[in-house]
């Protein structure tokens, strides 16, 4: 069935399904992501090796790297059941941005709109920093229990506002941080490959695959210290 016969996939004008309003081109591009996602372990495991090689090789290293990051903001002790979380935030963050800068979507012609990077949508990146922020009083009172929220009146009970208000710039900075990069970088090139189509972009997507992949690096390591820090003071 071709795309423009279906009313979901008016872009700029979203439609209702079972009355959500959703935007089409990013659940396209999120499928796509998710399926790479699930679709790398499942090859790269088919036939496991004591000595890893290949494919397999790789993902014990991302593996080993996403475990030692977690670690690292949220101590031995705690760090193992945010394994999975952590990972697959910063794969799918990492993967995101990854396939705005390198597969061709634009040459998919869509009645409205066209297909881009799943967090060159604001909806995406407050999902992921909203995510973050419920993972993150789970954490809190999973560990601490209703003494998670004596932290809003340290050191003082002066600073109540001020703590409440801490907790929902987390998310507004996560998600504004992440959105704000990919758009600006794929901003950047488009409009560099209007103006000189050939050669001059090129440098410029590859400083973008580069800032990519720090905001994955960034967006991962603030989750998991911001769920490390709900975990502190238990005693």
Do not use: C
């Not at 000595?51 to 991302?62: H, S």
């Amino acid at each position: 069935m071709q795309i423009e016969q279906l009313q979901i996939f008016e872009i700029d004008n979203p439609h209702e399904v079972s009355s959500v309003e959703v935007h089409a081109q990013v659940l396209i591009t999120s499928w796509v992501v998710i399926a790479l996602l699930i679709a790398l372990p499942i090859v790269a495991t088919r036939n496991l090796q004591t000595i890893p090689t290949g494919l397999q090789n790789f993902i014990e290293y991302v593996l080993e790297f996403i475990r030692d990051l977690t670690r690292t903001q949220m101590g031995e002790e705690e760090y193992r059941p945010w394994v999975p979380f952590i990972g697959t935030m910063s794969l799918s963050i990492f993967v995101s941005n990854w396939s705005g800068a390198l597969l061709p979507w634009r040459v998919i012609q869509l009645p409205h709109g066209e297909l881009a990077a799943p967090t060159n949508d604001i909806n995406t990146t407050v999902a992921l920093a909203l995510l973050t922020s419920v993972a993150y009083f789970y954490a809190g009172l999973h560990k601490r229990g209703f003494s998670y929220f004596g932290k809003y009146i340290q050191p003082t009970p002066v600073l109540l506002p001020i703590n409440i208000l801490e907790d929902f710039t987390k998310p507004l900075s996560l998600s504004f941080r992440l959105f704000g990069n990919i758009l600006a970088d794929e901003l950047v090139v488009a409009v560099l490959v209007s103006l000189v189509p050939l050669i001059v972009p090129v440098p410029m997507m590859l400083l973008g695959l580069f800032t990519s992949a720090i905001q994955a690096l960034i967006s991962a390591t603030l989750a998991a210290a911001y769920i490390g820090e709900s975990m502190e003071g238990h005693h």
